[in-house]
C-alpha cells in the first residue's frame, strides 16, 4: 500500500443554541440545533513509516505525535480515548488529517465536533460501531479540558445531529416542529471563551444566588414557550422570545458591545427576532427570519461589523 493512502473520513455538524445557553448548566432546558453548513472532517490515511499515530490539524498547521502528545491535548485525547473505548492497546502507524470550517471560540462548537470527527473516523476504520450516546460522552470528556463544567449540550446535539430538548444529565428529546424556519448565524469576529463567561457566571451565581436562580428560571420559562411556539409555527412570538431571552442573557453580563448592536440591526433588518448564541461575550448571535428577510438581515449584519454570516434552515 502507499504511504498515506487514504483510508476513512468522517464529517460532524458544528451547532447553535437557540434557547437556554448558561440556564443550562444549572439545571435548566435549553434548545439546540446542529448547522450542516459548517463541519470538521477527520480522514484517516495509513502511514508506513511505523511511527504510530499522528494527527494533522491542516488549519493550524499542527502537528500532533500521540505518543508524545501531553495527557490534556484535546485532538490526541479524543483519539486515545477512542482507542481505549475499542479496545485497541498498540497505536496504529496512522496519520488523521483534520479539517475544519467551523470556527473557534465562537459559540458553535467546533471543540465537540472536532472531537466527534476524529472519534467516528477511528471507529469507522476500525469497523466499530458505536452508538451516538457513547460518542456523545466521549465528546463530553474532551470538552471538560475546552469548557471546564460543561452542561453537555454542544457534544449531545453533535454527536446525535439532530436538533435536541437538553436537560443536563438528561437523554436528549427530539422537538416537535411545525415548519421549517430560518435562522441567520452572525459571527461577531470576537474569539471567547466558553470557559470563562461560564466561569464569570458560576462568580455570579456564588455572590448573589438568589438573582441568579431568578434570571435562570426565567430563562427557563422562555425555553418551554420557546418549544410550544416552534411546535406549533408561531415564528412571531418565538422572536420575541428571542429578544427576551438576549434581555437576560445581558442581565447574566455574557454579552459584548458589538453583539448588541448585530441583535439591534437584525431587528431593525425585519428579523422575528435575535440574541446572542453560546457561551457568549463574543462569538455568534442568531436572528430568526422569514426567507424573504433572509438576505437584508444578512447584509445588515454584514455592513455592521460581522465577519461572517452563515444562514441555516432548522
Ligand atoms: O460552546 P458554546 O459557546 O456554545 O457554549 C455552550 C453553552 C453554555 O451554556 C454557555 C455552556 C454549557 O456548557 O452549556
Redesign the pocket.
Known sequence: MPSHSFLSKSSAPGKI?LLG??A??YGRPAIAVPVWEVTAEAAIAQNERGCGCTIIAHDFEREIQLSNAPEDEPLALAARKTFALVGLTAEPDWTIGLRSTIPIAS?L?SGAAVSAAIIRAICHQLNVNIDDATISQLIYECETLH?GT??G??NTVIAHGMPVWFIKGEPPVPFKQDKPFKIVIGDSGIMAP?KE??GDVRLGWLHEPEKYERLFDAIEHLVKEGRECIASGDLKLLGEIFDRNHTLLQQLSVSHPLLDVMVQAARDAGAFGAKLS??GRG?NMIALVRNEEACAVKNTLMRTGANRVLVTTI
Open positions: 443554541i445557553e448558561h443550562v448548566v459559540g462548537g469548557h460543561p452542561s449540550i454542544d466558553t463567561s461560564v453560546g457561551g462569538g
